[in-house]
């Protein structure tokens, strides 16, 4: 994919048996990595020898790596590449998937490589972000995505504007009951509840759950 090479896979077989430095790093050998002083080694040559072509071979790494689903690999590759918008995009599609599965850790550490700026005036990342730190009990962090969610969603059409604010409701409730505060919780919860085929199962479940 990056080298554009039709036989990349007969030459990773040579390479290998020549003992030339590469490493499988499983039994099927479909990953192998060169052993670190030698990637350096070569990474060195590419930058001298063909600069002009570094960064669209990063770019192109964190395409297949983003479509096979190694997204902070993806992300790193698009970084190297100057290409903010990418990872930034990468980060965002696979921000929820992350919450769902309990990778709350590994986003906000996605998180904190892009520039917090880039990350202001979209709603759906924010919403995230304040569920991460909402469920790893970051409660400052939490509201201040929220602040930035509820800032974008006061500009949207009037049913994203509402599913936004109702999703922002109850990650607040979240908050609120994981600091043992249980007034109001039931009015920032219930909404979501009597309009729940209007809302992705998990804000569901967390809202069955609050209350």
Known sequence: MVTGDPDSATRLDELEHQELFLLPLDDERLWFRYHHLFAQFLQRRL???????????????????????????????????????????????????????????????????????????????????????????????AEEALWHLERVAAGEPARRKHLLLGEASVIRACVAVYADRIDGVEALAQPCLDRADDYPPFTVGVAANVL
């Open 47 to 141: 930058r001298r020898q063909f600069p002009g072509e570094v960064a669209g071979l990063h770019l192109k790494a964190s395409q297949w790596l983003g479509q096979h689903g190694h997204i902070a690999e993806a992300v790193q590759h698009a970084l190297h590449a100057g290409a903010t918008g990418t990872a930034v995009e990468l980060v965002e599609q696979a921000a929820m998937t992350l919450v769902e599965n309990s990778s709350m850790s590994s986003l906000l550490n996605l998180v904190r490589k892009l520039p917090r700026t880039a990350l202001f005036d979209r709603p759906q990342m924010q919403a995230a972000i304040a569920w991460a730190n909402c469920l790893t009990h970051r409660p400052q962090e």
